[in-house]
């Protein structure tokens, strides 16, 4: 049994590690819209590539919002290369699993907008961590703990996006 500030610390490391991720998922949220990344295309199927709720401007603030954090991360505790690399590589993973996502929801024939459960909490990290990992890997313990914070902490945020009227859905 590990110790609860064993565990304290794991949840910790946890949030420093994943948090450029976190903030490239929600800032198009509130700073994204605008053009489609598809450009409105559909795919084979004949149903969109993407779908209208992944813009060109929420890609662009993401990856810098997340960058951001990477930055500001180095500044508080270096080195500094080291974190603006692993922010960027977690902001454009988290960026690229949100993407993969709306794809494969579009092929399930889920509309935008429409849920599908896991994917939509830790398809985003899953990739981050995936594109990070030339960088660094945490510890299992910290892999486990990002993905039992992140389900909780994405859908009680999504939540609180709604009731601020940022998102026209709850999850
Ligand atoms: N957003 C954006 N560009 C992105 C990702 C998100 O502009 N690359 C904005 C959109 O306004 C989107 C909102 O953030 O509606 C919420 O993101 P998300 O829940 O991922 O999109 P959904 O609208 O639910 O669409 P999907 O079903 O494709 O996930
Ligand atoms: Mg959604």
């Known amino acids: 049994m590990a110790r609860l500030n ?3 610390e794991i949840i910790g490391a946890a949030l420093w590690f994943i948090l450029p991720a976190y903030f490239a998922n ?10 489609p990344l598809d450009g409105g295309k559909k795919f084979i ?6 779908g209208d709720g992944k813009t060109v401007r929420g890609f662009v603030v993401g990856i810098a919002a997340g960058t951001a954090i990477g930055v500001l991360q180095g500044i508080a505790k270096g080195p500094l290369s080291h974190y ?3 922010g960027f590589l977690l902001a454009l993973g988290a960026l690229l699993g949100d993407l993969m996502g709306s794809f494969i929801k579009r092929r399930l024939g889920i509309e935008r907008g429409g849920a599908l459960p896991g ?3 830790l398809g985003f990290v899953i990739i981050a961590l995936l594109l ?3 960088v660094e890997v945490p510890s299992w313990q910290v892999i486990v703990a990002i993905f039992l914070i992140t389900p909780a902490l994405h859908l009680a945020t999504n939540f609180i996006g709604y009731k601020l009227r940022l998102k026209s859905r709850p999850y």
Do not use: N, Y
Request: a negative charge; aromatic letters at 4%.
């Open 6 to 8: 064993e565990v304290i």
């Open 26 to 35: 929600a800032t198009p949220v509130v700073l994204g819209g605008g053009p």
């Open 45 to 50: 199927d004949g149903r969109r590539v993407f």
């Open 84 to 86: 603006l690399l692993l």
């Open 119 to 121: 994917l939509d909490q």
């Open 132 to 134: 990070a990992s030339p």
